[in-house]
Nanobody, 115 residues
Framework: QVQLVESGGGLVQAGGSLRLSCAAS????????MGWYHQAPGKERELVAAITSGGSRNYADSVKGRFTISRDNAKKTVYLQMNSLKPEDTGVYYCNNPTRVLGSWGQGTQVTVSP
């Protein structure tokens, strides 16, 4: 079955960087677009970055210029490089298909940005 395992979160000061990883299994990774979602405390989950099977990228305005999404089809892994982090980036980050949720959501990875 579909499995998505996010990792790489942590506690970082504002202005710092983190690199998130999402290991996928149970579906044909290479033909699927993938995205990273951010769920801030008390808020809805929102899509912040997406990458198509062909490598085209899209970003939410809130992260444009600071975050970079990439993928390695051989490793069935999608990454999110997060630079110039802000306190409002705090929350749990999840990966999944950006247009249709595959399987169940993973456990996510917690990112906490201190002022």
């Amino acid at each position: 079955q579909v499995q998505l395992v996010e990792s790489g979160g942590g506690l970082v000061q504002a202005g710092g960087s983190l690199r998130l990883s999402c290991a996928a299994s149970g579906f044909i990774f290479s033909i699927n677009a993938m995205g990273w979602y951010h769920q801030a405390p008390g808020k809805e989950r929102e899509l912040v970055a997406a990458i198509t099977s062909g490598g085209s990228r899209n970003y939410a305005d809130s992260v444009k210029g600071r975050f970079t999404i990439s993928r390695d089809n051989a490793k069935k892994t999608v990454y999110l490089q997060m630079n110039s982090l802000k306190p409002e980036d705090t929350g749990v980050y999840y990966c999944n298909n950006p247009t249709r949720v595959l399987g169940s959501w993973g456990q996510g990875t917690q990112v906490t940005v201190s002022p």
